[in-house]
């Protein structure tokens, strides 16, 4: 079977956030699914095969990273939705089927792709004790992000801030579900972007997420009201970095960006 690493969140090669991509008739096994996920070793491995026609989605879809599978993931979404458009397996808007609902993919004329997802509730918590240790910054909020995303999110002083933590990545583990994010207020929106963030997933294997869209649907509701528009765009400000094109909706979040495959084989097991 063919195996793709493709580069999501990006416009060119080697940034944005890699991700495994398997189309296949069935879905295996999950101690097989999980082994190759592992052998992968990126943040996360998606695994999508067609259903029947007449229903409510198109293809199911399920993301594991390499130590366990997880409920949702949107740059996995998006580098599955774009092997599905380059490779001619489907045409048109795309209805995935996933453990976080149908999820819906658009690719436009220009390449991007936009994605639909639950926007995150979010609760305001004190900022747990320990956390500023961790992160090596103090928060001014924190907020959880509700059963599907899973995270803690923190607001920082400032851009600088964000981009030069340097966390205690087993401390930060006790803190949530699957990780923190931490973000801040663009400091120059004219760059194009206007907030940062950085996420952090010990819980899940992954000290640091190149570009992680899910956390994009509670960045996109925390940052709408601050800054008093529906429609953002978000960098995060990993090494490899990212920009996540943001429209909340309700409760339904847009999430929007390139995709590029740098990497196409085949899969011997």
């Keep these: 079977m063919r195996i793709r690493i493709v580069d999501a969140f990006t416009d060119r090669p080697f940034a944005?956030?890699?991700?495994?991509?398997l189309l296949l008739d069935a879905f295996p096994e999950d101690d097989w699914l999980q082994k190759v996920?592992?052998?992968?070793?990126?943040?996360?491995?998606?695994?999508?095969?067609?259903?029947?026609?007449?229903?409510?989605?198109?293809?199911?879809?399920?993301?594991?990273?390499?130590?366990?599978?997880?409920?949702?993931?949107?740059?996995?979404t998006l580098a599955t939705a774009h092997v599905l458009r380059t490779t001619g397996a489907h045409e048109g808007p795309v209805?995935?089927?996933?453990?976080?609902?149908?999820?819906?993919?658009?690719?436009?004329?220009?390449?991007?792709?936009?994605?639909?997802?639950?926007?995150?509730?979010?609760?305001?918590?004190?900022?747990?004790?320990?956390?500023?240790?961790?992160?090596?910054?103090e928060p001014r909020t924190a907020y959880d992000t509700g059963?599907?995303?899973?995270?803690?999110?923190?607001?920082?002083?400032?851009?600088?801030?964000?981009?030069?933590?340097?966390?205690?990545?087993?401390?930060?583990?006790?803190?949530?579900?699957?990780?923190?994010?931490?973000?801040?207020?663009?400091?120059?929106p004219s760059r194009g972007y206007d907030f940062v963030s950085r996420g952090?997933?010990?819980?899940?294997?992954i000290d640091e997420d190149p570009v992680t869209g899910s956390a994009h649907t509670a960045l996109a509701p925390y940052w709408?009201?601050?800054?008093?528009?529906?429609?953002?765009?978000?960098?995060q400000a990993s090494a490899r970095s990212g920009l996540v094109r943001t429209g909340l909706r309700g409760d339904r979040t847009l999430l929007t960006g390139h995709a590029v495959t740098v990497i196409e084989g085949d899969l011997l097991v």
């Design 16 to 21: 944005g956030n890699p991700a495994g991509v």
């Design 37 to 76: 996920a592992l052998e992968v070793n990126h943040a996360e491995t998606a695994f999508a095969h067609r259903l029947p026609e007449g229903g409510d989605a198109d293809w199911a879809l399920r993301w594991f990273t390499p130590a366990t599978e997880v409920a949702m993931c949107g740059h996995a």
């Design 95 to 137: 209805r995935f089927a996933t453990r976080s609902g149908v999820l819906i993919a658009s690719p436009a004329g220009d390449g991007a792709i936009t994605l639909d997802f639950p926007t995150a509730p979010l609760t305001a918590v004190d900022v747990p004790d320990g956390v500023a240790r961790a992160l090596g910054a």
């Design 147 to 188: 059963a599907n995303v899973g995270d803690l999110v923190v607001e920082l002083a400032d851009e600088q801030t964000v981009r030069g933590l340097a966390p205690d990545h087993k401390a930060l583990a006790a803190y949530s579900t699957r990780g923190i994010i931490a973000t801040a207020r663009a400091e120059d």
């Design 200 to 205: 952090f997933f010990p819980n899940v294997g």
């Design 224 to 235: 709408s009201e601050r800054l008093g528009r529906p429609d953002l765009t978000g960098l």
